[in-house]
Antibody, heavy 119, light 110 residues
Framework: EVQLVESGGGLVQPGGSLRLSCAAS????????MHWVRQATGKGLEWVSAIGTAGDTYYPGSVKGRFTISRENAKNSLYLQMNSLRAGDTAVYYC?????????????WGQGTTVTVSS | NFMLTQPHSVSESPGKTVTISCTRSSGSIASNYVQWYQQRPGSAPTTVIY?????PSGVPDRFSGSIDSSSNSASLTISGLKTEDEADYYCQSYDSSNYVFGTGTKVTVL
């Protein structure tokens, strides 16, 4: 069974840092692009970052320079290092697998981990 | 960067048909594939349509997708509405290393 399990969420003060992890199983992790997508309470989905199979990384302007996505294929794991956190970064963070069909979509999602930025 | 705009909400009775639009603000809707995700309350999103009109295995054929270049929009149609279809639906597309989600539509089954 294909599965993504996020961890590492929690309460952090503004300006602080947090590292999220995503454990993948049931598929050849190294062969897939991977993403982080977040959702603030009552709001829509927002793409946060992507990493390709070659380690190439992509970010929207809202997190560029503050967030770093990485992967460790030997451990079937995806990470998101978040620095200089702001109240606006408070959200559920989902790990998602990039679709293998070349559609630039996501085909499998984890259940999410909650990040709260507050003093 | 472009935006994808959806109606805030739609509602219909069981057994009826609803169509959700997703309008691209700039650039052609046909230039990159559109996906549709369903998110039930308290759950993670799941894919119901990929590559404009393809259904993943396990998604019933009551769900269909299309694009219309004349209106620069994509549409998700749910026919034979069931109470289990009550959820938020998001379109998503891509351009120039940027992944964009639509604003989301809440579907209520009356």
């Amino acid at each position: 069974e294909v599965q993504l399990v996020e961890s590492g969420g929690g309460l952090v003060q503004p300006g602080g840092s947090l590292r999220l992890s995503c454990a993948a199983s049931g598929f050849t992790f190294s062969s897939y692009d991977m993403h982080w997508v977040r959702q603030a309470t009552g709001k829509g989905l927002e793409w946060v970052s992507a990493i390709g199979t070659a380690g190439d990384t992509y970010y929207p302007g809202s997190v560029k320079g503050r967030f770093t996505i990485s992967r460790e294929n030997a451990k079937n794991s995806l990470y998101l290092q978040m620095n200089s956190l702001r109240a606006g970064d408070t959200a559920v963070y989902y790990c998602a697998r990039g679709s293998p069909t070349g559609s630039y979509g996501m085909d499998v999602w984890g259940q999410g981990t909650t990040v709260t930025v507050s003093s | 960067n472009f935006m994808l705009t959806q109606p805030h909400s739609v509602s219909e009775s069981p057994g009826k048909t609803v169509t959700i639009s997703c309008t691209r603000s700039s650039g052609s809707i046909a230039s990159n594939y559109v996906q549709w995700y369903q998110q039930r309350p308290g759950s993670a999103p799941t894919t119901v349509i990929y590559e404009d009109n393809q259904r993943p295995s396990g998604v019933p054929d009551r769900f269909s997708g299309s694009i219309d270049s004349s209106s620069n929009s994509a549409s998700l149609t749910i026919s034979g509405l069931k109470t289990e279809d009550e959820a938020d639906y998001y379109c998503q597309s891509y351009d120039s290393s940027n992944y964009v989600f639509g604003t989301g539509t809440k579907v209520t089954v009356l």
